[in-house]
């Protein structure tokens, strides 16, 4: 079971999560012993085999196309970090 | 002591008005005021929204003049105390996860099980502590602390829905809900001594169910007894049209068809799960409860599950890579903590940084890798091929047995902080409830006897068909019948 070598600076910008030095050095660690566990999957062959992505296969589940009751916008916006005129407030995106 | 009863007990005794909701809700909080300082099963509790609740229940009940109530009445569930997992929406009460990212979040709408429960006639109470999104086995990792097992209070609960067994077992509510996405139902149900019960995959709604891995989720109870466990199911089960994963298919009264009779049912004893790792009094006490199934009456046959070794691996791509995708949502903008930045990004960063603990971080982390460009085929489109394999195993076995007899975890419940700086440790004590889950099949633990020093519950494992919870209650509740495991109280 060889720990395998973990990018955590590159993959904690996919995550989008600000880490410290020692979070890094000691997930780096952790997650290099886990994925050294995981390479154990490598053992079996699975050329023909078909991925499951659900235990219980239900395809295209659809509900009529009605109008129905749904969250007010008073609801929607009450654990809002910042709002004002019914609308979240979030940082500029567009110059 | 209302508070020590069954449901079923309680239910009687209301329907035949010797006591009252109020009474039985108050006999919960006073138990919560005198213990819950050592466990800290429970976040926090609105005592007066469930009085308001009981009062509402009694007068039901004067209405009524008894009618259509008891366990055998039309609303068994009237005026009982139930207290919900910290990852189920109640509205108008803090929904947290464990989490600092929630903030201080409050539920806009009720989940649909909390719908159904209320319509039950139960009170819905209080908010049990858990491992934040429910990623643990020990419920450590919480921000508002560490929950104690009742019967040792220096050993965890287990996790993540330790706070829901803890509060059953130390009688501080009648039953209680949790979730179960690789055992965090069966396990701190087995290391505190009560009936944990997860349900088939789709049977019951996930609507209003915080998502940790969407595949694997699914919502269950803990309870005193089978009985219990069924008359609860019964009123959870069924499909609803606001998850598109909740199967159509028609629950049956499965307290009706308690029958205790388990003559010529086939039980598997896979051979894999009796092997390094495991205590011998664990052993034991499930070698004697195989013993007494055999008296019963069933047949109990060795059988292989070849891929067990690899579930583990599996479970910790596949639940990981399906949080990273959950979890995505806490971002800081439409609720809970937000960490200011001018720039869009900083804020996600640091708002994530600084909102979700270390095990969760762990495991968005894990997940992101597993799913990003150059390792997708080799770890996560991997996963799920062996999933598949795992799950053919299952498949395979229920054609020749009706279920599956397991420990519930290898040992008993470990000390707080003994694994929580080892997360493979960690994650190697579910070794024996994760399949279930990635099969998408049902299991339950029910109480099969303790460890002499110090005193420690054993959980019994039953694996059933999907949709088998029929047989599965109906073997807990035989045992039950013949074993006094599951009445014995942890000395508070």
Same mark, same amino acid.
């Given at each position: 079971m060889a720990a395998v070598h973990f990018d955590i600076q590159y993959v904690a910008h996919l995550a989008r999560l600000a880490l410290s030095p020692d979070e890094e050095t000691k997930l780096a660690a952790q997650l290099g012993d886990i994925l050294g566990y995981i390479?154990?999957?490598?053992?079996?062959?699975?050329?023909?085999v078909e991925p499951t992505a659900h235990a219980v296969p239900r395809v295209n589940v659809t509900r009529p196309d009605e109008v129905g009751p749904s969250l007010a916008r008073a609801d929607a916006l009450r654990n809002a970090p910042a709002q004002a005129n019914g609308l979240f407030i979030v940082p500029k995106i567009v110059e | 002591m209302l508070n020590q009863l069954t449901i079923s007990e309680l239910s009687a005794r209301l329907a035949r008005r010797e006591v009252s909701a109020r009474e039985a809700m108050q006999s919960c909080l006073e138990r919560i005021a005198r213990v819950d300082g050592k466990i800290?099963?429970? &976040?926090?509790? /609105?005592a007066e929204d469930a009085l308001a609740q009981a009062d509402a229940a009694d007068q039901w009940l004067a209405r009524q003049g008894g009618?259509?109530?008891?366990?055998?009445?039309? $609303?068994?569930?009237?005026?009982i105390p139930i207290a919900i997992k910290d990852v189920l929406a109640v509205k108008n009460q803090p929904l947290n996860c464990?989490?600092? &990212?929630? /903030?201080?979040f409050i539920s806009p709408y009720d989940a649909t099980v909390v719908e159904k429960l209320r319509a039950a006639g139960v009170i819905v109470f209080g908010r049990l502590n858990m491992d934040e999104f429910a990623m643990?086995?020990? %419920?450590?990792?919480s921000a508002f602390g560490v929950t104690h097992n009742p019967? /040792?209070?220096? $050993?965890i609960p287990g996790g993540s829905s330790g706070g829901s067994a803890a509060a059953v077992a130390a009688d501080e509510c009648l039953a209680a809900l949790g979730s179960d996405t690789g055992g965090s139902i069966r396990q701190p149900a087995a290391l505190c001594g009560c009936v944990g019960l997860k349900p088939t @995959?789709? !049977? +019951?709604?996930?609507?209003g169910l915080v998502a940790f891995a969407s595949s694997l989720d699914q919502v269950g109870s803990f309870t005193k007894d089978a009985r219990d466990a069924a008359i609860l199911l019964g009123a959870l089960a069924g499909h609803d049209p !606001?998850?598109?994963?909740? +199967?159509p298919q028609p629950a049956p009264d499965y307290a009706a068809r308690l029958t205790g009779e388990i003559k010529g049912l086939k039980l598997g004893l896979p $051979?894999? @799960?009796? =092997?390094?790792?495991?205590?011998a009094e664990v052993k034991a006490a499930v070698e004697a409860a195989v013993k007494k199934f055999q008296e019963l009456g069933a047949e109990v046959v060795e059988i292989s599950l070849?891929?067990?070794? @690899?579930a583990v691996a599996v479970y910790y791509i596949v639940a990981t890579a399906e949080a990273s995708a959950n979890l995505?949502?806490? /971002?800081? &903008? !439409?609720y809970g903590l937000r960490v200011d930045s001018v720039d869009p990004t900083e804020l996600y960063r640091r708002t994530r940084g600084a909102g979700f603990g270390a095990e969760v971080k762990r495991r968005i982390i894990l997940g992101a890798y597993v799913l990003s460009s150059g390792y997708y085929d080799a770890y996560y489109l991997r996963a799920q091929k062996v999933r598949t394999l795992i799950r053919g195993d299952f498949l395979k076995a229920f054609e020749s047995v009706d279920a599956i007899v397991t420990p519930? %975890?290898? %040992?008993a419940a470990f000390k =707080?902080?003994?694994?929580?700086?080892d997360p493979l440790q960690m994650y190697l004590s579910d070794i024996f409830t994760i399949s279930c889950n990635l099969a998408g099949t049902c299991g339950l633990s029910v109480p099969c006897g303790f460890t002499r020093n110090p005193k420690l519950p054993i959980g019994l494992q039953l694996l059933g068909r999907p949709f088998g919870e029929e047989t599965l209650l109906n073997l807990a509740w035989a045992f039950e019948q013949n074993t006094a495991w599951h009445r014995e109280k942890p000395p508070l």
């Open positions: 390479e154990k999957l490598k053992e079996l062959d699975v050329t023909h | 800290h099963a429970f &976040i926090s509790h /609105d009618k259509n109530a008891g366990p055998d009445g039309g $609303r068994p569930l009237l005026g464990g989490s600092k &990212i929630l /903030d201080h643990g086995s020990s %419920t450590e990792n019967w /040792d209070l220096a $050993r @995959y789709g !049977r +019951v709604s996930r609507y !606001r998850d598109s994963t909740s +199967v $051979r894999e @799960y009796l =092997v390094g790792g495991l205590d070849p891929h067990t070794d @690899y995505a949502r806490f /971002d800081g &903008i !439409r519930t %975890t290898p %040992t =707080v902080g003994e694994k929580s700086d």
